[in-house]
């Protein structure tokens, strides 16, 4: 069965593979985060200017590509969401 | 409903508590609700903002019933309390009615179900028995959630839904059967022993070391 991703959902995919896929700090390039988010480029990069924009990633502007790294309001963001789906699972629901 | 006084009494305070846990579920999702801008939380929150304030409304109008004071009580009161009641639950079930269209079930075809058993009967019977079929189609999507993610907390808050299911349908034969006691305080005493199991994750919120606005 299909499981359709709420905005939220998807929002806190991206933030986790930009926390997870950072290993070595300096961030995660587009590609990484478009496999791991599985959504198109155009949506991606939409949502990564409204991310950058709202303070929960930072972009790392290079040369030739930008890295995206969560911040702090990201993480904090995180664990919100990791709580709040908790209680809501709780109840049958989805964030 | 004449119950004996004592009787009446518990179960107008136990009315309070279901006041006080509807309020703090519905506290905690508007906590959600800010923080993540979850559109079920705010389903979730409202349900049990309509749920909050129809008991304190039977609650006070079961209480000032037993006072000696001037009687403020109308039956369009009562019924106001429990449309709040079944409005609170019908949001409960839209909560997961909302859910199901996300992942395009079929589960969507228990919601027309409670419009086909509409009677003539009065309307505080045809919202008891509202109520009654919206928290059942509230468990049968619990049941279903919980079959997917097998979380305990769930199976649990199933278990709740369950028993104030039970309550709503013992509140519809009360309304029925005026004449017997027992079953009014024994539909409150249900409903908020069910209430009380869906404030198991509120507790969880507040005990587990987790603060409310998400932050560990």
């Known amino acids: 069965m299909v499981q359709y991703r709420t905005q939220v959902r998807i929002i806190a995919d991206v933030l986790s593979t930009a926390r997870d896929m950072n290993t070595e700090g300096t961030g995660v390039g587009v590609t990484t985060l478009l496999r791991k ?18 303070g929960l990633l930072l972009e790392l502007t290079g040369e030739k590509i930008s890295k995206y790294m969560i911040s702090e309001k990201g993480i904090q963001f995180l664990a ?8 809501a699972q709780s109840f049958g629901l989805r964030l | ?12 305070i136990l009315q309070f508590i279901g006041v006080f846990v509807s ?14 801008e979850s559109s079920s939380l705010l389903r979730l929150a409202t349900a049990f903002v309509f749920l909050g304030f129809g008991f304190l ?30 409005t609170g639950y019908f949001f409960l079930a839209f909560s997961h009615a909302v859910d199901v269209m996300l992942s395009k079930k079929m589960g969507g075809a228990l919601l027309v179900f409670p419009v086909a058993t509409l009677s003539g009967a009065q309307l505080a019977d045809i919202l008891s028995i509202l109520s009654f079929y919206f928290v059942l189609y509230g468990v049968v999507e619990t049941v279903y959630s919980y079959s997917r993610t ?23 034969l009360s309304l029925l059967y005026l004449q017997v006691d027992v079953l009014s305080l024994l539909q409150i005493i249900m409903k908020e022993m069910g209430l ?3 404030f198991t994750p509120v507790l969880r919120f ?5 603060r409310l606005d998400g932050t560990v």
């Not at chain 2, 309020?23 to 993540?36: D, H, L």
């Not at chain 2, 907390?153 to 299911?165: F, K």
């Open chain 1, 37 to 54: 988010g599985n959504m198109s480029y155009t949506r991606m990069s939409k949502l990564l200017s409204e991310l950058v924009g709202s």
């Open chain 1, 80 to 87: 919100a969401y990791y709580n709040f789906e908790d209680f």
């Open chain 2, 1 to 12: 409903m004449a119950l004996p006084s004592d009787m009446a009494l518990i179960g107008e």
């Open chain 2, 23 to 36: 309020f703090s579920i519905a506290y905690v999702a508007f906590r959600g609700v800010r923080q993540t």
């Open chain 2, 57 to 86: 409304v039977e609650g006070v109008v079961g209480l000032n019933a037993l006072l000696p004071a001037p009687q403020v009580t109308t039956t369009a009161v009562v019924v106001a309390g429990l449309l709040l009641e079944t």
């Open chain 2, 150 to 172: 097998r979380k305990p907390d769930t199976l649990l808050i199933a278990m709740g839904l369950a028993l104030i299911g039970v309550g709503t349908f013992v509140q519809w």
């Open chain 2, 196 to 198: 009380v199991i869906l």
């Open chain 2, 206 to 210: 507040a005990v587990g070391g987790v």
